[in-house]
């Protein structure tokens, strides 16, 4: 008689060796990659990658939210930032200068869903809003990625994706829309032909979903 295999959890930071291929392969594909121990220096870090005045997107993120980077990036005063100017105006009359805005700002700041091991970012979204600016809009994309996020492959990403963000997220969207969250679009970024565009921050530590 055999044993199942227990399913991944999806929350527990990936051993070193782990995310060291991942970071390899981002390597290999265009992204410039860093492993740092946590948040408090993914936090220094920012600061250092990003010109005081820049201007900066940053994503929906719990990642950015629990770690403090989208306060700091928002509401420092230290930057352009696109994100409170856009919730400042009116959806119905600016909506193309809203989406604009957010598609291409000189640098997004954002969290993936998943990295695999063979060196491709993950991002689920409902509305796909952020999206674009990831995918090439923004001059520039950092990527701040908690130890819990690294997969094998694709096939688990996805995975990782419906069973353990979509439902999380869609706690939190009911609470904050009213309304249940759905994976209408996946961007898979799998290099950057930039150099120098795609920054990734590896976490040795989880956070986020």
Avoid at 1 to 22: G, I, K, N, S, V
Avoid at 47 to 53: H, Q, V, W
């Amino acid at each position: 008689m055999t044993t199942a295999t227990p399913p991944t959890p999806f929350t527990d930071p990936t051993p070193a060796e782990r995310l060291e291929r991942a970071a390899a392969a981002l390597t290999a594909h265009g992204f410039t990659v860093e492993i740092l121990d946590g948040v408090a220096d993914a936090r220094t870090r920012i600061k250092d990658l990003l010109p005081e005045g820049a201007g900066v997107f940053t994503g929906a993120s719990e990642t950015l939210r629990l770690s403090g980077i989208a306060e700091d990036l928002n509401d420092s005063g230290r930057y352009d930032a696109v994100k409170p100017r856009i919730l400042a105006m009116d959806r119905a009359t600016r909506s193309d200068e809203i989406r604009q805005m957010a598609a291409t700002p000189d640098v997004i700041v954002a969290s993936v869903h998943a990295v695999t091991e063979t060196g491709s970012l993950v991002i689920a979204s409902g509305s796909g809003s952020q999206l674009p600016g990831m995918a090439g809009g923004a001059a520039r994309a950092i990527w701040i990625v908690g130890a819990q996020k690294i997969v094998p492959d694709l096939d688990t990403a996805m995975r990782r994706i419906q069973e353990h963000c979509l439902p999380l997220e869609d706690v939190r969207a009911r609470a904050a829309y009213g309304s249940p969250s759905a994976v209408n679009r996946v961007l898979i970024l799998n290099a950057e032909h930039q150099p120098g565009r795609g920054t990734v921050l590896l976490l040795r530590e989880a956070v986020g979903y």
